[in-house]
């Protein structure tokens, strides 16, 4: 087994008694601390054309609206990290902001075709948010054809890195386009965070 890299583009790698720990902070957006107030005061501007002064409901969404998506926003970009662990048998997915979060595990001799992907295929987006990360399919025999995502903020080069490593740390294969045996139909399991070959 090959050395680990300390870190690869903006995450940091490390390994730990119980397997290999990657840790990517979120990136600090200047698109997010700039357009959202601009388009909440823009809106505030208008609210006589728009009727918020006349409807109390409109008033609410308006505050909804203003307040909790930039507020998430904020957060996720001050406080948020993706925490991929990786064991003998599963990769594990972890998004989190302070500590709360939510997870996905997938056992790595389901994993296949891993490349780099955009998560955007526009290349104005592309070039505004960085927003780049790691695609494979994951076979459970119902589900072939769906590409699971995560990594973000990787470029082409570090996905290649990356990849690179997690090969070498599990000796498998994972840009193989070779599919094992599907699970029995009691252990199949379904997850969010999936996207079809034609959105990578």
Same mark, same amino acid.
């Given at each position: ?57 409109? #008033?609410? %969404? ?64 592309? #070039? ?50 070779? #599919? ?11 997850? %969010? ?8």
């Amino acid at each position: 087994m090959s050395a680990i890299p300390a870190t690869i583009g903006r995450a940091r790698l490390q390994r730990t008694a119980t397997g290999l720990r990657v840790v990517i902070p979120a990136l600090l957006s200047w698109l997010v601390l700039v357009y959202y107030p601009f388009l909440c005061w823009i809106v505030f501007a208008n609210r006589h054309e728009l009727g918020m002064d006349e409807s109390w409901f409109l #008033k609410v %969404c308006w505050v909804a609206v203003a307040v909790a998506f930039p507020v998430r926003r904020l957060f996720w970009s001050f406080l948020g990290r993706e925490i991929i662990t990786v064991d003998a048998h599963t990769l594990t997915v972890r998004y989190e902001i302070a500590g709360i979060g939510w997870q996905r595990p997938f056992q790595l001799n389901r994993i296949s075709n891993m490349d780099y992907a955009p998560r955007f295929s526009s290349p104005v987006i592309l #070039k505004v948010i960085e927003n780049r990360c790691v695609a494979f399919d994951y076979s459970l025999g119902w589900n072939d054809g769906v590409r699971y995502r995560f990594g973000l903020y990787f470029s082409p080069m570090e996905v290649q890195q990356f990849i690179s490593v997690l090969e070498s740390y599990t000796s498998l294969p994972l840009r193989s386009p070779n #599919k094992v045996e599907p699970l029995p139909a009691a252990r199949m399991r379904c997850g %969010c965070g999936a996207v079809r070959p034609s959105d990578s």
